[in-house]
Protein backbone atom coordinates (compact mmCIF):
# COMPACT_ATOMS: atom_id res chain seq x y z
CA UNK A 1 0.00 0.00 0.00
CA UNK A 2 2.47 2.33 0.86
CA UNK A 3 5.43 1.32 -1.61
CA UNK A 4 2.09 2.19 -4.34
CA UNK A 5 1.76 5.65 -2.83
CA UNK A 6 5.59 5.90 -3.16
CA UNK A 7 5.20 5.15 -6.92
CA UNK A 8 2.54 7.32 -7.54
CA UNK A 9 3.74 10.10 -5.66
CA UNK A 10 7.08 9.66 -7.80
CA UNK A 11 5.27 9.73 -10.79
CA UNK A 12 3.36 12.49 -10.25
CA UNK A 13 6.83 14.33 -9.14
CA UNK A 14 8.30 12.76 -12.38
CA UNK A 15 5.87 14.16 -14.65
CA UNK A 16 5.29 17.82 -13.42
CA UNK A 17 9.38 18.11 -13.51
CA UNK A 18 9.45 17.00 -17.23
CA UNK A 19 6.56 19.30 -18.05
CA UNK A 20 8.20 22.34 -16.06
CA UNK A 21 11.34 21.83 -18.22
CA UNK A 22 9.66 21.25 -21.41
CA UNK A 23 7.83 24.83 -20.50
CA UNK A 24 11.77 26.27 -20.08
CA UNK A 25 13.01 24.95 -22.81
CA UNK A 26 10.37 25.92 -25.02
CA UNK A 27 10.23 29.56 -23.48
CA UNK A 28 13.90 29.55 -24.45
CA UNK A 29 13.37 28.27 -28.07
CA UNK A 30 10.57 30.81 -28.76
CA UNK A 31 12.97 34.18 -27.41
CA UNK A 32 15.83 32.70 -29.25
CA UNK A 33 13.55 32.60 -32.55
CA UNK A 34 12.40 36.16 -31.68
CA UNK A 35 15.85 37.29 -31.12
CA UNK A 36 17.21 35.86 -34.48
CA UNK A 37 14.41 38.00 -36.62
CA UNK A 38 16.21 41.12 -34.74
CA UNK A 39 19.99 39.93 -35.95
CA UNK A 40 18.95 40.91 -39.41
CA UNK A 41 19.01 44.70 -38.38
CA UNK A 42 20.73 44.66 -34.96
CA UNK A 43 23.65 42.10 -35.83
CA UNK A 44 24.28 38.38 -34.37
CA UNK A 45 22.90 38.33 -30.65
CA UNK A 46 22.62 41.73 -30.91
CA UNK A 47 26.11 43.08 -31.76
CA UNK A 48 25.15 46.10 -34.26
CA UNK A 49 27.47 45.33 -37.20
CA UNK A 50 26.38 49.66 -38.10
CA UNK A 51 23.63 51.33 -38.75
CA UNK A 52 21.42 50.10 -35.57
CA UNK A 53 21.89 50.30 -31.99
CA UNK A 54 23.54 47.60 -30.64
CA UNK A 55 21.74 45.52 -28.26
CA UNK A 56 24.28 43.01 -26.75
CA UNK A 57 24.33 43.56 -22.62
CA UNK A 58 22.05 46.67 -22.97
CA UNK A 59 20.47 47.13 -19.31
CA UNK A 60 17.27 45.00 -18.95
CA UNK A 61 15.18 47.99 -18.05
CA UNK A 62 16.67 50.32 -20.50
CA UNK A 63 15.58 47.50 -22.72
CA UNK A 64 12.02 47.24 -22.02
CA UNK A 65 11.39 51.10 -21.39
CA UNK A 66 12.77 51.82 -25.16
CA UNK A 67 10.73 48.84 -26.50
CA UNK A 68 7.67 49.51 -24.98
CA UNK A 69 7.81 53.65 -26.04
CA UNK A 70 7.97 51.99 -29.61
CA UNK A 71 4.93 49.88 -29.01
CA UNK A 72 2.77 52.69 -27.20
CA UNK A 73 4.55 55.45 -30.07
CA UNK A 74 5.83 57.41 -27.38
CA UNK A 75 9.46 56.86 -28.97
CA UNK A 76 10.33 58.55 -32.34
CA UNK A 77 11.56 55.62 -34.43
CA UNK A 78 11.24 54.36 -38.35
CA UNK A 79 10.82 50.60 -37.84
CA UNK A 80 11.15 49.80 -34.71
CA UNK A 81 7.21 50.54 -33.73
CA UNK A 82 6.26 48.09 -36.68
CA UNK A 83 8.67 45.59 -34.60
CA UNK A 84 7.50 46.44 -30.92
CA UNK A 85 3.89 46.09 -31.61
CA UNK A 86 4.17 42.79 -32.73
CA UNK A 87 5.39 41.69 -29.17
CA UNK A 88 3.82 40.60 -26.17
CA UNK A 89 4.71 42.63 -22.72
CA UNK A 90 6.08 39.04 -21.52
CA UNK A 91 8.09 38.38 -24.82
CA UNK A 92 9.70 42.09 -24.80
CA UNK A 93 10.70 40.79 -20.92
CA UNK A 94 12.14 37.58 -22.13
CA UNK A 95 14.34 39.53 -25.08
CA UNK A 96 15.39 42.05 -22.73
CA UNK A 97 16.38 39.21 -20.21
CA UNK A 98 18.35 37.75 -23.46
CA UNK A 99 19.97 40.52 -25.04
CA UNK A 100 20.97 41.49 -21.65
CA UNK A 101 23.24 38.25 -21.22
CA UNK A 102 24.67 39.05 -24.84
CA UNK A 103 28.43 39.69 -24.47
CA UNK A 104 29.02 42.78 -25.98
CA UNK A 105 31.59 42.73 -28.93
CA UNK A 106 30.67 46.52 -30.57
CA UNK A 107 30.52 49.61 -28.99
CA UNK A 108 26.95 51.95 -28.43
CA UNK A 109 25.97 53.03 -31.03
CA UNK A 110 24.88 56.92 -31.11
CA UNK A 111 22.82 58.74 -30.94
CA UNK A 112 19.57 56.26 -29.64
CA UNK A 113 22.38 55.36 -26.95
CA UNK A 114 23.86 58.32 -26.00
CA UNK A 115 21.73 58.67 -22.77
CA UNK A 116 22.45 57.33 -19.34
CA UNK A 117 20.47 53.84 -18.75
CA UNK A 118 21.73 51.96 -21.97
CA UNK A 119 24.80 50.53 -20.32
C1 LIG B 1 14.31 46.31 -40.10
C2 LIG B 1 15.43 46.46 -39.16
C3 LIG B 1 15.17 46.16 -37.69
C4 LIG B 1 14.66 45.00 -37.12
C5 LIG B 1 14.22 43.73 -37.82
C6 LIG B 1 14.67 45.22 -35.69
N1 LIG B 1 15.15 46.47 -35.39
FE1 LIG B 1 15.31 47.28 -33.52
N2 LIG B 1 15.96 49.04 -34.33
C7 LIG B 1 16.11 49.29 -35.69
C8 LIG B 1 16.39 50.70 -35.89
C9 LIG B 1 16.66 51.38 -37.23
C10 LIG B 1 16.38 51.30 -34.61
C11 LIG B 1 16.49 52.78 -34.25
C12 LIG B 1 15.07 53.31 -34.02
C13 LIG B 1 14.27 53.37 -35.30
O1 LIG B 1 14.63 54.15 -36.18
O2 LIG B 1 13.28 52.63 -35.43
C14 LIG B 1 16.13 50.21 -33.65
C15 LIG B 1 16.09 50.39 -32.27
C16 LIG B 1 15.90 49.37 -31.36
C17 LIG B 1 15.99 49.51 -29.93
C18 LIG B 1 16.33 50.77 -29.16
C19 LIG B 1 17.79 50.78 -28.81
C20 LIG B 1 18.16 52.09 -28.17
O3 LIG B 1 19.16 52.10 -27.44
O4 LIG B 1 17.49 53.08 -28.41
C21 LIG B 1 15.71 48.32 -29.38
C22 LIG B 1 15.67 47.96 -27.89
C23 LIG B 1 15.45 47.41 -30.48
N3 LIG B 1 15.58 48.08 -31.66
C24 LIG B 1 15.11 46.08 -30.31
C25 LIG B 1 14.76 45.24 -31.37
C26 LIG B 1 14.28 43.89 -31.17
C27 LIG B 1 14.10 43.22 -29.81
C28 LIG B 1 14.01 43.39 -32.42
C29 LIG B 1 13.46 42.01 -32.77
C30 LIG B 1 12.19 41.66 -32.18
C31 LIG B 1 14.35 44.42 -33.39
N4 LIG B 1 14.79 45.53 -32.71
C32 LIG B 1 14.23 44.29 -34.77
C33 LIG B 1 16.02 48.35 -36.70
C34 LIG B 1 15.47 47.08 -36.58
Redesign the pocket.
Given at each position: MMNRLHIGMALVCGLSWAASLHAQDSTAQVTTT??A??A???GPQGNSLG?????AA?NKD??IQ??QG?KNGS???????Q??R??TDDE?IA?AAY?AAQPRQTP??AP??AFQG?Q
Open positions: LASCACHGTPTLLYFRMFIPATVMHHAGLILFLTHQA
